[in-house]
């Protein structure tokens, strides 16, 4: 009889025993399914579904749900439920961060148990009363440190949730607080990536991107437009074999390999009517699109027909020449006959009245002669530049500019001085043009240099840029800070000189039309009455129209 009864206590034992390890295992195979989703699945709805599924097998409730942060609106919003007699998730029921239960559980960060729902005052959300709750117990869900959202387990009769259950609880929640983070962040790159793909296919203008290896990752629908082939007949083909016109091909590839700026702009011509405008920007990913990938990087080439623009550009660069040409017959006209009667009337010593109104014409014409000069030689500059790029020797084109202005220098005992580095690499430019802008940076300084004055003009390379780097440094009268970043505008003059010095404010705008049109850029230093450096720093190897 005592073995009998021993028998049936170790056989009770082995039951309960068994039934508590199939409890374990269900509670870790639920634990295991929710880490499973971190790791497998960016889909949030799929996310949410599981999670529930799971909780509910291992707490034997009867319904269940996940509220999310949404922190735009400031408020806990329900985004998934499971077993509810009603719906709140259609019709989102939402509750104010820091109000209710949900708000002690946000304040505390622990597991929050209710026995008596109908009676808690905690209560946020009156229509909640009808969905007849007797129990619930709610766990924080955590990511990157911080809470992001709560799951809710209930049940519609008295239940009372054990310690176990709520560390169970709590641990689903916190694999699940990973798991729905990155399902929100795969959810947010997806509409971004939607939005984005959105606004390049919507612009006309054709858009490429490659990777490391040249080849097609991207391309927009107006690819089609610019080359008669569809983008997606492109995609992961070498940029190389692609039926984009060679020329532009070639230069495109030319700018990738050769260029050493971030971002590089070139003309190219196709056929012997249209132009389009380039851009290639190399682009680098501050991180991996897949974990645990290297980040990568390439570059992305924007490509938009100019050649409405170049055919308005050659039609007002006519209407210029016209007008100039049309100009300059009658002032030149003009000219000479004032000239002449200044020479041989002497109308200076007998009538100083007329002389003076004689002087006054003389100068106002000479001055819309230059006016009309600086004009036509910005117009060049702005359309012609590009083909008569040539290597330069950076010393000789300093040497012939200072020889260009030295007479005026010397007619103001003003002191000069070249200051040339050992190490100047040949540049690749218009030898013509950049002769222009240096003339016109030395006769500025000339002007606003006082006599006995003194200038500099000096040249450096700058290996890591890969520039050459020119500057007109003088001890004139300076420029104010206010008016500085005005002066290479065309037609700019400051005001403190607009009476004393002449001039038709083209000559800097010049200036930066060169520089630019060798991929360069210019720069200004100044202060009043102390005088004022203006450089310029130029690629050594630049692309340009003519290609």
């Known amino acids: 009889m005592n073995q009998s009864y021993d028998l049936q206590s170790v056989l009770r034992q082995n039951q309960l025993l068994t039934d508590e390890i199939r409890r374990r295992v269900n509670q870790l195979s639920a634990i295991n399914s929710v880490a499973a989703m971190v790791s497998q699945s960016l889909d949030l709805d799929a996310t949410l579904s599981v999670a529930l599924d799971s909780v509910l097998q291992v707490i034997p409730v009867q319904a269940a749900g996940i509220s999310l942060i949404d922190e735009a609106a400031g408020e806990w919003v329900l985004r998934a439920q499971r077993g509810w007699k009603q719906d709140f998730v259609s019709n989102p029921m939402r509750v104010k961060l820091g109000e209710g239960l949900s708000g002690v559980v946000l304040a505390q960060d622990r597991v929050v148990v209710t026995g008596d729902l109908q009676e ?7 229509a909640f009363v009808k969905e007849g ?9 955590h990511a990157r440190g911080r809470v992001v959202g709560i799951v809710s387990v209930m049940n519609y009769e008295p239940y009372e949730f054990s310690r176990e259950q709520t560390d169970v609880l709590q641990a689903i929640a916190d694999q699940l607080g990973v798991a729905l983070d990155n399902a929100r ?3 947010d790159t997806r509409a971004k990536q939607s939005r984005l793909s959105a606004i390049i296919d919507s612009t006309a203008d054709a858009i490429i991107v490659l990777d490391q290896q040249y080849r097609v990752t991207l391309a927009n629908s107006s690819v089609e437009s610019f080359f008669s082939t569809p983008p997606e007949k492109m995609m992961g083909k070498p940029l190389a074999q692609s039926t984009m016109p060679l020329p532009l091909r070639s230069a495109i590839l030319r700018a990738i390999v050769n260029t050493v700026q971030e971002r590089t702009y070139f003309d190219v011509q196709l056929g012997s009517e249209r132009h389009v405008s380039v851009s290639v920007a190399r682009v680098h990913a501050l991180e991996p699109v897949v974990p645990g990938q290297e980040a990568e990087s390439g570059w992305v080439i924007v490509i938009q027909d100019i050649t409405h623009i170049r055919d308005s550009e050659r039609n007002r660069v006519r209407f210029v020449q016209a007008a100039a040409h049309d100009l300059r017959n009658p002032l030149g006209v003009t000219l000479t006959a004032l000239d002449f009667l ?3 009337f002497g109308i200076q010593h007998s009538s100083p009245k007329v002389g003076e109104v004689v002087a006054l014409a003389l100068n106002s014409i000479q001055r819309m002669q230059a006016l009309i000069d600086d004009l036509m030689n910005l117009e ?4 012609k530049m590009g083909s008569d790029f040539s290597a330069v020797n950076v010393p000789d084109l300093l040497e012939r500019a200072m020889l260009e202005v030295q007479p005026s220098i010397e007619s103001k005992q003003q002191a000069f001085a070249l200051d040339l580095a050992g190490d100047l690499p040949v ?8 002769n222009r802008a240096l003339v016109n940076l030395l006769t500025n300084a000339n002007k606003y240099t006082p006599k006995g004055g003194r200038i500099v ?3 450096a390379f700058d290996a890591a840029q890969e520039e050459i780097l020119i500057e007109v440094v003088d001890t004139g009268i300076g420029i104010s800070p206010a008016n500085q970043k005005q002066i290479f505008e065309s037609f700019y003059r400051e005001p403190k000189v607009r009476e004393d010095y002449m001039g038709t404010g083209l000559g800097l705008s010049i200036v930066k039309s060169i520089v630019e049109q060798h991929n360069g850029r210019v720069y200004v230093q100044s202060e009043e009455g102390q005088g004022t450096t203006i450089g310029m720093r130029l690629p050594l190897v630049t692309q340009n129209v003519a290609e």
């Open 133 to 141: 709750v007797q129990a619930m117990a709610m766990a924080p869900m």
């Open 380 to 383: 060049q500059v702005q359309s």
């Open 457 to 459: 003009l000096r040249a």
């Open 427 to 434: 540049l690749y430019g218009s030898r013509l043009w950049l």
């Open 342 to 344: 200044q020479q041989n």
């Open 185 to 187: 962040l795969y959810e």
């Open 120 to 126: 808690d005052d905690r209560l946020a959300v009156p």
